[in-house]
Antibody, heavy 119, light 107 residues
Framework: EVQLVESGGVVVQPGGSLRLSCAASGFTFDDYTMHWVRQAPGKGLEWVSL????????YYADSVKGRFTISRDNSKNSLYLQMNSLRTEDTALYYCAKDRSDAEILDNWGQGTLVSVSS | DIQMTQSPSSLSASVGDRVTITCQAS??????LNWYQQKPGKAPKLLIYDASNLETGVPSRFSGSGSGTDFTFTISSLQPEDIATYYC?????????FGQGTKLEIK
């Protein structure tokens, strides 16, 4: 069974930094592209970033480009999101999600970790 | 970026009703469209991929159709457990944007 468990969400001040983690199990992690998707309180889903199976390709939403960095450690079956220069509008539940086959079909999701940016 | 416009934004229907949600892309995306269900307090769940393919284990009352710019998601007979917000998502081009969601409630 595929399991994705996010962690690292906390309350942080504007301008601060944070690293989210996603621990994966139940599938061959290094075969799949992975994504981060976020959801602000009471709002819809916003795609954030993706990373290819080997980490060689990454892509970001314009809203986070230059501030967030996605990475992965295939030896640890883990996905990360380094978040710098945080803004209040980054407050959201952050989900990691597995891609079916490099086609942006998100077939498994974690339960999310909450990031709150507030002074 | 390819923008996705869903309608309606909210919908109230009775158990047993046929429910239809539409999603329109700002440009031709062929059949590169997914539909997700998000129940309150839960993570999203993939229901339909490639516009019309039902994900394994998803009840057959759910279906999707369309190609190009216009897509439809249908629940043939609404059940109480279908109360959720439904999102379309295109994957023809990056970024893989979502529609704004349709909140489905029981009348």
């Amino acid at each position: 069974e595929v399991q994705l468990v996010e962690s690292g969400g906390v309350v942080v001040q504007p301008g601060g930094s944070l690293r989210l983690s996603c621990a994966a199990s139940g599938f061959t992690f290094d075969d799949y592209t992975m994504h981060w998707v976020r959801q602000a309180p009471g709002k819809g889903l916003e795609w954030v970033s993706l990373i290819s199976w080997d980490g060689g390709s990454t892509y970001y939403a314009d809203s986070v480009k230059g501030r967030f960095t996605i990475s992965r450690d295939n030896s640890k079956n883990s996905l990360y999101l380094q978040m710098n220069s945080l803004r209040t509008e980054d407050t959201a539940l952050y989900y990691c999600a597995k891609d079916r086959s490099d086609a942006e079909i998100l077939d498994n999701w974690g339960q999310g970790t909450l990031v709150s940016v507030s002074s | 970026d390819i923008q996705m416009t869903q309608s309606p934004s909210s919908l109230s229907a009775s158990v047993g009703d046929r429910v239809t949600i539409t999603c329109q892309a700002s440009q031709d995306i062929s059949n590169y469209l997914n539909w997700y269900q998000q129940k309150p307090g839960k993570a999203p769940k993939l229901l339909i991929y490639d516009a019309s393919n039902l994900e394994t284990g998803v009840p057959s009352r759910f279906s999707g159709s369309g190609s190009g710019t216009d897509f439809t998601f249908t629940i043939s007979s609404l059940q109480p457990e279908d109360i959720a917000t439904y999102y379309c998502q295109q994957y023809d081009n990056l970024p893989p944007l979502f529609g704004q969601g349709t909140k489905l409630e029981i009348k």
